[in-house]
């Protein structure tokens, strides 16, 4: 007897098929992002993957057709796409709480023009090549073309964590990502209304209201809102337990507000209310938006395996697969490389990144989202073709998303653009022995960043030449707010043990924990407490396990200098020893430009050809060269 309960296409009645359809979905959502994580892959393939086998390839199978997800059946098609454009608007106010104006200060041309000439040049292409090679129809072809504009930041921001490229196409891609999907929405939504339109209604004055109402709804509600979520909290009005949902129940309402005037304008309120938001400087917005992050990755992972669920067999099997990759590879190679080009001409970029911007461009949630909400429209107008449209964005967005996920972080390499193995070090405290060190560094060509609450630090170390700022990092609740380009690791240095294990605490997960590095818990220059010196929760100690805050700063007071001695084969780190003598410090080597750290647990061993900077005592040094000449 076949059981009802397992019946995941909602059976009448079935109110438990629901609860297993919907704990299905999250299993499958969240499951595949942890696989994902786990195979370092892009968790939107796995998604789309799980999705259409457990809605589509199921539902074929006969005697697995009743465990398959439907989700309109389970939902029904206009809760569902309700909740789909929800979601999709606050994925995208997320993305906007982290767009700070004043890190595109430099790229902001660039930006803009990928935004609006490099989505005319993919909407053009576009539609060419889905008329011409897929053989569509006009009018089917430029709602294609349309969707087709918008990327991918679900898929970009992992993207660009993993490959973490130097100079400034991080930051253009970022917010490139962002920025276009409402864009994108908003010239799909105006060829849409272009074809449901009743004949001889559609015209220039319509279209033009039509931008109008967009831009007035969703710049005006969105900057609105936030500035009411700004006041409520500057004014204490909202308790801390209420913050988050109370930013939540105004990202929907906005959405929902500014859609009621100009269909799909939300997603611009939203994405506007984020940028808003977090570039104000009377309240701390972090909080939220740490919510937000846990929030759309669940978002996400729902979404994806509830639209491929929705896919049919029947309409993938009726695609020209050969059209198909045709149709991709005009996108890959012509359309982006084309807008790119265009965009960035006279931006100052550097041919290398450009044509790395070139080899960024998957579609994700946003495409996905509005083939699907479009062509339920087409359907409901009568209008002939919509059936394409899912199936053919789908694919795009499948193989795109295969075809820059592998082949982006090898060409960011071969391009010198990416930083995966960054040599920076940031320290967090900018005593005179970390000055020392961090100008000693950068001569070597090694990027150094101070950090101190101590503003008399901080001015002697700008005087020196050095990048440094004055804040806090135990009151930063976004490390990433600092320019952490090229940075790879993290010496928590300030006289303060407690405060070092704080530091180190606030970099992780932004630093591998091999990475990261305090010094020596010694208390005191009487009674030493040595330190264990192994890598554990609180860093890996530097230099040596009875050498602290205090003896740094006591040896640079009594004339102690870091300097950089070359080995080779005829001056070898034997040699080093005698000539520097046993009281010299090894701080860190430097091999063909990689740096290795001097730790208790891995103490400096030099080759010949590496670069030793070490403390060396000058007085000590010149006994020892008096005792060899027997003065």
Request: net charge negative.
């Amino acid at each position: 007897m076949e059981s009802a309960s397992l019946n995941l296409t909602l059976a009448a009645g079935g109110g438990s098929s629901v609860a297993i359809a919907i704990t299905a979905v999250l299993l499958l959502g969240i499951g595949a992002q942890w696989t994902a994580w786990r195979l370092k892959i892009p968790s939107i393939l796995l998604l789309l993957i799980f999705g259409l086998i457990a809605g589509p390839v199921m539902r074929q199978m006969g005697s697995m057709s009743s465990y398959s997800i439907n989700p309109d059946e389970i939902f029904g098609a206009d809760l569902l796409f309700a909740l789909v454009g929800i979601s999709v608007g606050m994925i995208l106010y997320e993305g906007g709480l982290t767009l700070k104006l004043r890190e595109i200060r430099s790229s902001w041309r660039s930006v803009a023009m990928l935004v609006t000439v490099g989505s005319f040049v993919t909407w053009m292409v576009a539609l060419l090549s889905a008329k011409f090679i897929l053989g569509l129809s006009t009018p089917i072809a430029t709602l294609l073309g349309a969707v087709l504009i918008v990327t991918g930041p679900t898929v970009i921001g992992p993207l660009l964590s993993h490959i973490r490229p130097s100079g400034a196409s991080g930051l253009i891609l970022k917010w490139e990502g962002i920025v276009i999907d409402p864009i994108g929405v908003g010239v799909a939504v105006l060829v849409f209304e272009a074809l449901v339109a009743q004949e001889g209604t559609y015209s220039f004055e319509v279209t033009a209201e039509a931008i109008a109402r967009t831009l007035v709804a969703g710049i005006f509600l969105g900057t609105a809102a936030a500035l009411l979520l700004k006041e409520l909290l500057n004014r204490f009005l909202i308790p801390d337990f209420l913050q988050n949902p109370v930013s939540l129940m105004l990202v929907v309402a906005t959405f929902t507000a500014s859609n009621m005037i100009m269909t799909e304008s939300g997603l611009l309120a939203t994405t506007v209310m984020g940028i808003v938001l977090v570039n104000q400087r009377k309240v701390d917005v972090h909080h939220i938006l740490e919510f937000k992050e846990n929030l759309r990755v669940l978002l996400i992972s729902v979404l994806f395996i509830v639209l491929a669920a929705r896919l049919r067999i029947e309409d993938l099997q009726q695609l020209n697969w050969f059209e198909v990759f045709g149709f991709l590879f005009v996108l890959i190679v012509v359309a982006r490389p084309l807008g790119v080009f265009l965009s960035t001409l006279g931006a100052g970029l550097t041919w290398q990144e450009r044509v790395f911007l070139c080899l960024m461009a998957p579609r994700g949630i946003v495409a996905a989202a509005g083939a699907s909400i479009f062509a339920l429209g087409l359907e409901k107008a009568g209008v002939e073709g919509y059936e394409t449209i899912v199936p053919l964005t789908f694919t795009v967005i499948i193989g795109t998303v295969a075809f820059y996920g592998i082949t982006a972080p090898w060409a960011a390499r071969a391009l010198g653009v990416s930083d995966p193995n960054p040599q920076g070090i940031v320290f967090v405290g900018a005593s005179s022995w970390v000055r020392a060190l961090a100008g000693v560094l950068t001569k070597h060509g090694i990027r150094v960043y101070l950090v101190d609450t101590n503003r008399a630090n901080i001015r002697r170390a700008v005087m020196s030449g050095l990048p440094a700022t004055h804040s806090n990092i135990l009151s930063m609740n976004d490390i990433t707010d600092l320019d952490l380009r090229g940075i790879g690791r993290v010496f928590a240095a300030t006289p303060n043990d407690e405060v070092n294990t704080l530091v180190l605490q606030a970099f992780k997960g932004y630093f591998d924990t091999s990475k990261m590095y305090r010094l020596s818990r010694v208390t005191s220059k009487v009674t030493k407490a040595p330190d264990s010196g192994h890598s554990d929760s609180a860093g890996r100690v530097l230099f040596g396990e009875d050498l602290g805050y205090s003896e740094l700063e006591d040896h640079l007071e009594d004339g102690w200098v870091i300097k950089a001695t070359n080995i080779s084969n005829e001056f070898t780190f034997e040699d080093y020893q005698t000539l520097y003598g046993s009281s010299a410090v090894a701080l860190c080597t430097l091999r063909d430009g990689v740096m290795s750290v001097s730790t208790v647990d891995a103490p400096a061993s030099p080759i010949a050809g590496d670069t030793i900077i070490s403390l060396v005592n000058p007085d000590e040094l010149f006994m020892l060269r008096a005792m060899n000449e027997g003065l």
